[in-house]
């Protein structure tokens, strides 16, 4: 399957960005889901997944409340809300596809290209 992500950009602290990845090449609804991150100088870092149904999603503590996956498996979509942005959020943001969900990036055996999320204060 190949993952295409968008939505990047900048905004200040307090603000919000929806990510979208889209799918394409097999079927969309056999995988589940997983968005990760990875700052500057960071290892890459779980942040959020969902199964193939959407009926059981997952998240980081570091973004539990704020961050918001979910998919559209007619659009062959997942997305990714992320609301009250804080600085520390900036990072290259990937969506990452798999027959089960995972949070371990290494778990993961499809990857889109990443969109740079910005967060100023």
């Known amino acids: 399957v190949q993952l295409q992500a968008s939505g990047g950009g900048s905004v200040q602290a307090g603000g919000s960005l929806r990510l979208s990845c889209a799918a394409s090449?097999?079927?969309?609804?056999?995988?589940?889901l997983g968005w990760f991150r990875q700052a500057p100088g960071k290892e890459r870092e779980f942040v959020a997944a969902?199964?193939?149904?959407?009926?059981?999603?997952f998240y980081a503590d570091s973004v539990k409340g704020r961050f918001t996956i979910s998919r559209d498996n007619a659009k062959n979509t997942v997305y990714l809300q992320m609301n009250s942005l804080k600085p520390e959020d900036t990072a290259v943001y990937y969506c990452?596809?798999?027959?089960?969900?995972?949070?371990?990036?290494?778990?993961?055996?499809?990857w889109g290209q990443g969109t740079l999320v910005t967060v100023s204060s």
């Open positions: 990452a596809a798999d027959s089960l969900v995972r949070a371990k990036a290494h778990e993961y055996d499809y």
């Open positions: 090449g097999r079927t969309f609804s056999n995988y589940a």
């Open positions: 969902i199964s193939w149904s959407g009926s059981s999603t």
